[in-house]
């Protein structure tokens, strides 16, 4: 594998948009802002259409894709998001916003940015300025994002002094200007060795992440850039960055679409070294996946965290989400992981396990006895626990009433997780149907655990350390209700309590 990487010192840039279809469609003339109106709170009668997650953040109407300006503070997580406040397909790019003070239970607060001259608001991130560097007040919070228009794409930035519900722009936007490159997804982050600011950015279909410092928030110098061939997948964009520091290793995130592991959409991440300049990773048969699902993309981390690292997802994938069943809303949220690096066959592998929080929502576990499950209801979602014998191979059955089923097959030969999606499973449309999916279970010894987080519309499968992650939606006319195992395995469940 050949890794490339370059020094340069160039000064300005510009940025792309997060539309698959890089045509962002910018007002004409410049929007007056919409005046943010506060989502309506749930009831009891509330968020239960058909699909409707139960335990995933959806926003209560309207199109939602990449988490953005993901901060915590004051002992809240705050989720903002690429949203549009007036219909629910793709387009009027804004930042909606939701908060939480555990990252299960999510309240939907006022939109938090909506376009402006420069074009409508694509995805970035936020952080805390404790020791105000940019001169906007002491633990301001400061959203960076991609302005896009039909003159470019282009670095913004916006800051709060009131715990993020209202925002001011800087009056100099953009920070960092258009120059026909196309570069997008502002993530910024605190680099104390070097003493500044560190911004990733994701060239696109230009492919690469290039990154810029700063010591004031609003004068950004190039660094450097990275990038790496991917072997069979010559036309691909690169988005969402985010670089992480564990220990002495460094993880660069970065989503690319189309090219993910099986169809359209994929994470992916690299291992390797930063100095405040530069991203080398260390030779390995790259890409390595975080999610082998079609649908955990654009997901990125919580800033302000401490030692935790806090990823959360987009759960869908851009071949199909225009067209996914859903209405008001379109689109949920994966459930929150904690990023940890580890090591499996001598090499590092980047875990995923769901956050321990998911215990709130949770009841005792319960051994499943019958195929018939123990769910408290119809309406809500369950967390399946299989211990699987590896001696042979074994199927894994949920099924409902309607005859609709999600098979999982266990390969004992070659320690492999494969799961099948297709008009048996449930509603499907387009390019949703995948016959197989495959995932390396990647744990030793002769029994795995396998966690199945099953919701209305979508089944996140987990090894019991997050060590493989494979995140699907389905639409099945009903919960699946119903286990049948074929081999040596046990299961147990607990119920999972709807978050609204």
């Given at each position: 594998?050949?890794?490339?990487?370059?020094?340069?010192a160039?000064?300005?840039?510009?940025?792309?948009?997060?539309?698959?279809?890089q045509?962002?469609a910018?007002?004409?003339p410049?929007?007056?802002p919409e005046e943010?109106?506060?989502?309506?709170?749930?009831t009891a009668d509330?968020y239960?259409e058909?699909?409707?997650?139960q335990?995933?953040?959806?926003?209560a109407?309207?199109?939602m894709n990449?988490?953005?300006?993901?901060?915590?503070?004051?002992?809240v997580y705050?989720?903002?998001?690429?949203y549009n406040?007036?219909g629910?397909?793709?387009?009027?790019?804004?930042?909606?916003h939701?908060?939480?003070?555990?990252?299960?239970h999510?309240?939907?607060q006022?939109?938090?940015?909506?376009?402006d001259a420069?074009g409508?608001i694509?995805s970035?991130?936020?952080?805390?300025?404790?020791?105000?560097t940019?001169g906007f007040?002491a633990?301001?919070m400061?959203?960076?994002y991609?302005?896009?228009s039909?003159a470019?794409?282009q670095?913004?930035?916006?800051y709060?002094?009131d715990?993020?519900?209202?925002f001011?722009?800087y009056t100099a936007?953009p920070?960092?200007k258009n120059?026909d490159?196309?570069?997008?997804?502002p993530?910024?982050?605190?680099h104390?060795d070097s003493?500044?600011?560190?911004m990733?950015?994701?060239?696109?279909?230009?492919?690469?992440?290039e990154?810029?410092?700063?010591?004031d928030m609003?004068?950004?110098n190039?660094?450097s850039?990275?990038?790496v061939?991917l072997?069979g997948?010559?036309?691909?964009q690169?988005?969402?960055?985010?670089?992480?520091?564990f220990?002495?290793k460094?993880?660069?995130?970065?989503?690319?679409?189309p090219g993910?592991?099986i169809l359209?959409?994929?994470?992916?991440?690299?291992?390797?070294?930063f100095d405040g300049?530069?991203f080398?990773a260390?030779?390995?048969d790259?890409?390595?996946?975080?999610?082998?699902g079609?649908d955990?993309?654009a997901?990125?981390t919580?800033?302000?965290?401490?030692?935790r690292?806090?990823?959360i997802?987009?759960?869908n994938?851009?071949?199909?989400?225009g067209?996914?069943?859903?209405s008001?809303?379109?689109?949920?949220m994966?459930?929150?992981?904690?990023?940890?690096?580890t090591e499996?066959?001598?090499k590092?592998l980047?875990?995923c396990?769901v956050v321990s929080?998911?215990?709130?929502?949770?009841s005792?576990?319960q051994e499943?006895?019958t195929?018939?499950?123990?769910?408290?209801?119809?309406k809500s979602?369950y967390?399946?626990?299989?211990t699987?014998?590896?001696?042979?191979?074994t199927?894994?059955t949920?099924?409902?009433?309607?005859?609709?089923?999600?098979v999982?097959?266990?390969?004992?030969?070659?320690?492999?997780?494969?799961?099948?999606?297709?008009?048996?499973?449930?509603?499907?449309?387009?390019?949703?149907?995948i016959?197989s999916m495959?995932?390396?279970?990647n744990?030793e010894?002769?029994?795995?655990i396998?966690d199945?987080?099953?919701d209305q519309?979508?089944i996140?499968?987990?090894t019991k350390?997050?060590?493989?992650s494979?995140?699907?939606?389905?639409?099945?006319?009903?919960?699946?209700?119903h286990l049948?195992?074929?081999?040596?395995?046990?299961?147990q469940?607990?119920n999972?309590t709807?978050?609204?």
């Amino acid at each position: 594998m050949m890794l490339v990487t370059a020094l340069m010192a160039v000064t300005f840039i510009g940025c792309s948009s997060d539309d698959p279809k890089q045509t962002p469609a910018p007002p004409t003339p410049p929007p007056t802002p919409e005046e943010p109106v506060t989502p309506p709170a749930p009831t009891a009668d509330s968020y239960n259409e058909l699909y409707r997650p139960q335990i995933h953040f959806t926003p209560a109407r309207n199109w939602m894709n990449d988490p953005n300006g993901m901060v915590y503070a004051d002992g809240v997580y705050h989720l903002f998001y690429q949203y549009n406040p007036q219909g629910n397909s793709w387009g009027n790019m804004s930042w909606g916003h939701a908060t939480s003070t555990d990252m299960i239970h999510w309240t939907e607060q006022a939109v938090a940015l909506t376009r402006d001259a420069l074009g409508d608001i694509f995805s970035g991130s936020a952080v805390i300025d404790h020791d105000n560097t940019a001169g906007f007040g002491a633990d301001a919070m400061v959203a960076f994002y991609t302005s896009a228009s039909e003159a470019g794409q282009q670095q913004s930035m916006a800051y709060s002094t009131d715990g993020g519900k209202n925002f001011t722009r800087y009056t100099a936007n953009p920070i960092i200007k258009n120059n026909d490159d196309r570069q997008r997804d502002p993530k910024v982050f605190w680099h104390a060795d070097s003493k500044q600011w560190i911004m990733s950015l994701a060239k696109g279909w230009s492919k690469g992440i290039e990154f810029f410092g700063s010591t004031d928030m609003k004068t950004w110098n190039k660094l450097s850039t990275f990038v790496v061939e991917l072997p069979g997948r010559p036309e691909i964009q690169w988005e969402c960055p985010d670089l992480i520091q564990f220990g002495n290793k460094w993880v660069l995130i970065v989503s690319v679409n189309p090219g993910g592991p099986i169809l359209g959409s994929g994470t992916m991440y690299f291992v390797g070294q930063f100095d405040g300049k530069e991203f080398k990773a260390d030779a390995l048969d790259y890409p390595l996946w975080l999610d082998y699902g079609m649908d955990n993309y654009a997901g990125v981390t919580w800033s302000n965290t401490g030692n935790r690292k806090l990823l959360i997802g987009w759960m869908n994938n851009w071949s199909y989400a225009g067209d996914v069943p859903c209405s008001p809303w379109r689109s949920a949220m994966t459930l929150p992981r904690e990023l940890k690096l580890t090591e499996f066959a001598g090499k590092p592998l980047l875990c995923c396990p769901v956050v321990s929080e998911i215990d709130k929502i949770a009841s005792q576990w319960q051994e499943v006895s019958t195929e018939a499950l123990p769910l408290d209801t119809q309406k809500s979602a369950y967390q399946l626990r299989l211990t699987v014998n590896t001696d042979k191979n074994t199927t894994i059955t949920l099924s409902n009433s309607s005859e609709e089923k999600f098979v999982i097959d266990i390969y004992a030969a070659t320690r492999t997780l494969a799961a099948k999606r297709s008009g048996a499973t449930g509603k499907t449309f387009g390019t949703f149907s995948i016959p197989s999916m495959q995932a390396p279970l990647n744990v030793e010894g002769k029994d795995v655990i396998i966690d199945l987080f099953v919701d209305q519309s979508s089944i996140e499968i987990l090894t019991k350390d997050g060590a493989m992650s494979m995140t699907n939606l389905v639409f099945p006319k009903s919960i699946y209700d119903h286990l049948f195992i074929n081999g040596n395995a046990s299961a147990q469940l607990r119920n999972l309590t709807r978050i609204w």
